[in-house]
Nanobody, 123 residues
């Protein structure tokens, strides 16, 4: 049974930092790219960051470039998202998933979504 468990969210002031973690189980974690996605109230879920299976290459949404860093630890089946210089617009529920590229650009999540972790940035 595939499981994705996100953690590390919380309430932080603008300009602050958080580190999210996601632990996966039930599939060959180390064999696939992983991604972080987020969904703000009243909006569709959107792509945030992606990392290849080896960790050698990463891709970011323009809105988080140079502020967020995605990384992974394959022996621990865990992917991380270091978020710095947080803004109120970053407020959302954050999800991890196995990431696959869309033919039209961007990425989507392949597996059933987990519960996510809430990030709230106050101004």
């Amino acid at each position: 049974q595939v499981q994705l468990i996100e953690s590390g969210g919380g309430l932080v002031q603008a300009g602050g930092s958080l580190r999210l973690s996601c632990t996966a189980s039930g599939y060959n974690f180390g064999g696939y790219p992983m991604g972080w996605f987020r969904q703000a109230p009243g909006k569709e879920r959107e792509f945030v960051a992606q990392i290849t299976w080896s960790g050698a290459m990463t891709t970011y949404a323009d809105s988080v470039k140079n502020r967020f860093t995605i990384s992974r630890d394959n022996p621990k089946n865990t992917v991380y998202l270091q978020m710095n210089a947080l803004k109120p617009d970053d407020t959302a529920v954050y999800y991890c998933n196995r990431a696959s590229a869309r033919s039209t650009g961007g990425y989507f999540g392949v597996l059933p979504w987990g519960q996510g972790t809430q990030v709230t940035v106050s101004s």
